[in-house]
């Protein structure tokens, strides 16, 4: 089967990830990692684009709505059912974005979500809806990230609730079997580092951008003075 393929050559070629909050930089750019994966056998390289789309629904125009995010997640459960390693890794970036978009939801004064109504997925949609109204879903016991999460949200700390859910993510990928380290799937989980550490450096030249700006800001004497 594809999955079982071994790439001795492609991995063998690919630099190693340093963890995400611990990079200065890519390793890799995206063209060079891109002209890699064309070592790929064709059915392999297709999944790995879809893959890659997966992982940039979340960079995408805000006018991608929940009901096309869901289809893609769909779409990838019924090409990827017999990648193992792949599905455990989608489905925990899929029920992080899950909770955390029923944390966000409810942190705005929303209610319970409407029948039928489209605004999550996996197996414990339904738990959320019954639990609604408890601070962490019943949930912090098997996801014990989300209290913290929760905390992060409420004091609007968004850099801080990244490094998080990346985290999160990050050791689950760690924790996914592989035994074969030239697998299909040890690209898979590459890819899905690789993702992260390029998403968290993003994040940090942002947040190094807006410090600087508010800093000339102030030293230029040019700061809204907010009481008076």
Avoid: C
Wanted: aromatic share 10%.
């Amino acid at each position: 089967m594809a999955h079982r393929r071994s790439y001795i050559t492609l991995v063998s070629s690919l630099p190693a990830l340093p963890r995400f909050d611990q990079a200065e930089r890519l390793p890799i750019n995206r063209e060079r990692l891109e002209t890699r994966l064309r070592m790929l056998e064709p059915d392999d390289h297709a999944l790995v684009e879809l893959t890659a789309s997966f992982l940039a629904w979340q960079r995408q125009p805000v006018e991608r709505t929940d009901a096309e995010v869901i289809a893609l997640y769909k779409k990838m459960s019924d090409i990827a059912a017999d990648y193992h390693a792949l599905m455990s890794m989608v489905e925990a970036r899929m029920y992080e974005r899950t909770i955390m978009a029923a944390l966000r939801r409810r942190h705005r004064g929303m209610g319970v979500p409407a029948a039928g109504e489209l605004w999550g997925v996996g197996a414990w949609v339904p738990h959320i809806e019954r639990n609604w109204d408890q601070p962490d879903f019943k949930l912090a016991g098997i996801f014990p990230w989300i209290p913290e999460a929760r905390r992060y949200l409420e004091d609007g700390a968004t850099l801080e609730m990244e490094r998080l859910l990346m985290t999160v993510v990050w050791n689950k990928v760690d924790r996914v079997p592989q035994k074969d380290p030239f697998d299909f799937d040890v690209i898979l989980a590459y890819l899905f580092k690789w993702d992260i550490l390029n998403r968290w450096l993003s994040y940090e030249r942002a947040a190094a951008r807006t410090r600087f700006d508010e800093l000339v800001t102030e030293v230029m004497g040019e700061r809204e003075r907010l009481f008076g």
